[in-house]
């Protein structure tokens, strides 16, 4: 390894311009550059003694940030810091290491092609807005062959008329239109397959992107009625599927109180915990876990109880098994604690109430009964059930003003029972 590291370092040692080229071409992987990854949960929202427990499942693990190698890392700042040719031996071993790294990271190969496209289509349309604007096929003439320089050339020579380079619609340049099929992104179906649904978010330009994509019919690879995901929609007319649905992996949440020791996703359950710090150091109170995962069976057992209570109204209340969001691992039913813990129904009253109708989204949870929004659910309003989406769709689903899932992907509302 030693041998052929110095046999590569004197290689660089008599091409210093093509080593200087590969590594400043990855040291610029230009201003659209969008890393691989994202946080599923938004680093400010994961208090530090907040450590996966063991049970921790493998989404969390797949929703954690790749981290950046080492020696792409060091790699970018040798770039900045030394251009000028390596000297010594152990320079020049280290400039062959850095070779070697840089022939596989991705931004080399694609950073350039990309900044030139770009500039490319600048000078291009420059070109073009000139030509239409001044209507003279002299300056056309002209105009065409300083194209293939650089974009500065061609701002250079517009400066020659101020009034009329104002009117050209360069911006449109830097909005890139979204995505046809979101799904026809790599980096979307790749999260999809490996079951990061947070980062396929991300990787489809975000909360509002992905909401845009599947309402318009562009995301193929995104199955609302999936289980198993963050963005799955269940209903009274959306069960689970399969009706018993149970996820792989539940934990307990870590530093929350737990009233019947429900447990959540791990996704969720980290979620909630965030949340629950955060409503501490605010100074909003204590917030515990009334009811976490559900299965079948016991939603048997819970909504038997409320029929026996009410009858056919228990509809509006309990969801039948089968039929509730408790059973995906998602959802939560959470309570004010003031030493000893409020029952669900006072929760809204309390200032841990406030806390959660204010910024559960920021921790990646929607308020899913809402006023006003039960000809769409079928349920009376639940300020206590918080249904974890992910931090993209929960800012998505705050910022539009929604109020019910349904309508934020614009499907048909579910009041009743099909049968
Ligand atoms: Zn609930």
């Not at 048997?300 to 309990?318: C, I, K, L, N, P």
Request: proline share 9%.
């Amino acid at each position: 390894m030693r041998e052929e590291a110095e046999r590569r370092a004197r290689a660089a040692d008599s091409t210093p311009a093509a080593a200087a080229t590969d590594v400043v071409s990855f040291e610029l992987p230009g201003d659209d550059f969008v890393p691989s990854s994202a946080p599923a949960v938004a680093p400010s929202a994961l208090p530090l003694d907040l450590r996966p427990s063991a049970a921790t499942g493998q989404r969390r693990t797949d929703s954690t940030p790749h981290p950046v190698p080492e020696a792409r890392v060091r790699g970018r700042r040798r770039a900045v810091r030394s251009p000028r040719p390596v000297v010594s031996e152990r320079r020049a071993a280290r400039a062959a290491e850095l070779l070697e790294v840089d022939d596989s990271a991705q931004p080399a190969r694609h950073a350039r092609p990309r900044r030139l496209t770009r500039r490319l289509i600048v000078v291009a349309g420059l070109a073009t807005g000139a030509a239409l604007l001044l209507g003279s096929a002299a300056m056309t003439a002209m105009m065409l062959p300083s194209a293939p320089d650089a974009g500065a050339d061609a701002g250079l020579s517009m400066t020659a008329d101020p009034p009329e380079i104002q009117q050209l619609p360069v911006p449109d340049i830097e909005e890139s239109p979204p995505a046809a099929d979101i799904c026809s992104l790599p980096d979307v179906t790749a999260a999809v397959q490996r079951g990061d649904d947070e980062a396929a978010i991300v990787a489809a330009g975000g909360g509002e992107a992905f909401r845009a994509a599947v309402v318009e019919g562009r995301a193929p690879c995104v199955d609302l009625s999936d289980s198993a995901r963050i963005w799955t929609v269940m209903d009274k007319i959306r069960p689970a599927s399969p009706i018993d649905y149970r996820p792989s992996a539940l934990v307990l949440p870590d530093g929350v109180r737990n009233v019947e020791g429900g447990a959540l996703r791990s996704d969720a359950a980290s979620a909630l915990a965030s949340l629950v710090t955060a409503a501490r150091n605010a100074g909003g109170g204590e917030i515990a876990l009334e009811s976490g995962f559900r299965s079948y069976q016991t939603q048997q057992e819970t909504y038997g109880r409320h029929f026996a209570e009410r009858g056919e109204r228990a509809d509006q209340v309990s969801a039948r098994p089968g039929y509730s969001e408790h059973q995906l691992g998602l959802s939560a039913d959470v309570v004010a604690c003031a030493g000893a813990c409020g029952s669900l129904d006072q929760l809204a009253a309390t200032p841990q109430g406030q806390f959660v109708a204010e910024h559960s989204w920021e921790h990646g949870w929607i308020v899913r009964y809402a006023d006003g929004a039960t000809p769409v659910t079928g349920y009376l309003p639940e300020p206590w059930h918080l249904r974890y989406v992910g931090p993209e769709l929960a800012k998505a689903y705050h910022e539009g003003g929604w109020t019910s899932l349904e309508e934020f992907f614009a499907l048909p509302p579910a009041p009743d029972y099909l049968g």
